[in-house]
């Protein structure tokens, strides 16, 4: 009975992150139109990988401090129910959901797309809004494999909620490839910075150790490498990149990977 | 570091122990919804047809109003694939010259219904009102 009643907490805590985590996606058109739009074989595509990422996440950061691979699996699932219903009951109070006449499977495609950022949400409240300790043990383990995961999942978090919009593609259209080749140095600079100068909460300074040059290039530099394929995928997902010319292609990714390097630069603070 | 995870072990009396019965039960509705929405996502992937958009305007009803008549109508989208930017259009024709109204729907997502409305001076229900979709682009 406790330890049901000690989960029910975490649970409500789960709410409550992957509500402050999706709402700003949930209260933007563009994903309601994406929702209908995306080509399903994309949008399955993401849904399929959104479960192991959720299980790894859970594994580095679930909202029960457990290492089992039971306790991992069920943690996934219940923050992707945590993810779904919640982004069901906010769309649908919003009004998205239900409209006369769009088919089910266009509701069905906004609330699986909303549900993933939710997801992320919810198992990243287990240490955000925990009143236990932050799992800096869990943390002390993660290897270079592992920093590079939740390097990813950093950038796929913050990439997303600005992915969608129509800005992406605004902004590269305006920018010329200097701006580019900038936004791109910024990008990189302020990931280094932001990882191992600031002395942010999670800075590794054990791998500072090797001396600046082997930081760079043993984690800077994977990390933005990291940042601009999740930013590549995030586009071809939207259907961003269809038809549209390489550089094009190329311009859009560097303007998104900024946010991306953002998100991996704090993911060990966030997760 | 070992206080922490001392204190974390304190807080879970017996870790080797069952996960709580709510624990099966949430991740229980978590995998029903993970597989209703990769179940229908999956399945319209695999079976839904490609065909292009094919729209057809009906006639809802007709409101006189001292601004005109509101004619509400309704798109149905019959075909395969999503439509954005579907113009409308109605033309009265009867007496003297054949009036024409339009308007634009942002999305109609295929094998769904969208509403809206044309305005005329004449009562489109004296004479001849010919309904159907100009054009759209497609859903990116």
Redesign the interface.
Known sequence: MD??A???RA?ARAFGGALLFSFPLLMTMEMW?LG??VE??R??AF??LS?PMLLGLSYYAGF???FRL??E??????????G??LAAVLLGVFGVLGQ???????D??K??LC?VPGAIGALVAGKQLGE??P???QK?RAGTPGEIFLMAVGALFLAFTVAPTEEMILIAYQMGPLQALLLMALSVLLLHVFVYRLGFPGESRRREAGGPLRTFVGFTAPGYGVALIVSLYLLWTF??T?GVAPHEIATMTIVLAFPAALGAATARLVV | ?AT??K??RA??PS?R?E??????I?????????L???G???W??LT?ERSPPEIEVRLVAVTPTPHGFVTQV?A?NHGGS?A?QVTVEGVLSGRGEPETAQATLD?I???????GGLVFEHDPRAGRLVLRAKGFAD??
């Open positions: 330890a049901n000690a989960y029910g649970l139109s209908m739009a399903r074989v949008l399955l849904l399929l479960l029960e401090p457990t039971k306790d699996v069920l943690d996934a699932l219940a923050a992707f129910g945590v779904f219903l006369s006449g769009l088919s089910f499977r266009a069905l495609g609330v699986a549900a236990g300790a799992s800096a043990h002390e259907g961003r269809d | 570091m922490a995870s204190s974390r807080a879970k870790p122990s996960p709580p019965l709510l624990e099966w949430s991740a229980a509705i978590g995998l029903a919804c993970a209703v929405a990769i229908f996502v999956g319209d992937a839904g309704e149905i999503s954005a999305y997502p295929e094998q769904s219904r969208v509403s859903a990116s």
